[in-house]
C-alpha cells in the first residue's frame, strides 16, 4: 500500500573522494517498532569491513527504524540490508578517525530519513508526530513511556480530530511502568506549553495547541523531570481511511 518512492542519499568527502550512502525503503501498514514490517537497502561506495558495517547498521536502525510506529502491528516479514562496495576509492574507514564519524552520521542520516518517510505514508496517515520523553529515570522508561504513548490508539485518534486531549497522553506515559510524580509532569506541542506541573496551562494554550495540530508534523514533548533519561520516537495519527483500508482486503 505504499504510495511513492522512498529514497534518499548523502554524501560526504574522504580525503579528496566523494564517499556516498544511499537507501530505498518500502513500508506502509503492519509498521512498529522493533523494525516491522518493513523492507530497507541501503549501498554505500565507501570501503569498511563487513564486522564494522554490521554494527554501525545495528546502531543505525535502533534510532530510526526501531523507533516508527503506525499502527503497532507486525508481520513475519522485516529486514535492513546495507551494502559498502569501497568503489569511491577513498581509503579504507577506521575508528577514531573523522571520516569515521562522518559515515555513521550519514548511515543514521539515510536510515531516518526512510524511517520517517514510511511513517508518513503509513496507511491512512494525515499527521507524523514525534514523541520525545524527557527526564525520565532510565533509558529504558524513556522508551516504555515514548511507545506507551505513541501506539496509544486514543492518542492516535486524539491527533487525527486534532484536539490536545491531554490527559489521554499523561494517562499513556502513566500506565508505561515508567516511574515518575505526575504532579511534576510538563507537556508540550513544539514549544507550546499545555501542561504544567500536571495541571493545565489554560484554555488559550489548549486553544494554541490545537492549532498546531492541525499541521501535517509536530513534537508531543513530555518531560518527567524524574531523571535524565530521553527516548523519542515517531508516530502517525488514527484515522477513518486506516480502517477503510485494512477492512477492505485481505492478506
Known sequence: TDTGAKETAVEFSVGRR???VAGMA???????????????????????DGRTLQ??????????????????????ND?????ATGASGAPRLARGTRTFDAFRRALVEVCLALAKMIARDGEGATKLAEVRIRGARSTREAR?????????????????GEDINWGRI????????????????????????????????????????NRRLRRREFAL????????ADARLWTT???????????????
Do not use: W
Open 18 to 20: 566523494r564517499v556516498t
Open 79 to 83: 529486514m535492513v540490508l546495507c551494502f
Open 55 to 76: 554494527r554501525l547498521l545495528r546502531e543505525a536502525v535502533a534510532q530510526s527504524f526501531n523507533c516508527i510506529t503506525v499502527d503497532g502491528d507486525t508481520s513475519t
Open 221 to 228: 514533548i513530555a518531560s518527567l523531570h524524574a531523571g535524565r
Open 26 to 48: 518500502k513500508g506502509s501498514g503492519m509498521i512498529a517498532p522493533h523494525m516491522a514490517t518493513m523492507l530497507a537497502v541501503i549501498g554505500t561506495d565507501a570501503a569498511v
Open 144 to 160: 516504555l513511556a515514548a511507545e506507551a504513548v505513541a501506539t496509544s490508539p486514543l492518542v492516535k485518534t486524539t491527533l487525527f
Open 237 to 251: 495519527d488514527l484515522s477513518e481511511a486506516y480502517v477503510r483500508i485494512n477492512a477492505g482486503y485481505r492478506t
Open 170 to 209: 499523561v494517562a499513556a506515559v502513566g500506565r508505561s511502568g515508567a516511574r515518575f510524580d505526575p504532579e511534576r509532569v510538563d507537556l508540550h506541542v513544539d514549544e507550546l506549553p499545555v501542561v504544567r506541573r500536571g495541571v493545565s496551562v489554560g484554555p488559550r494554550a489548549e486553544a494554541a495547541a
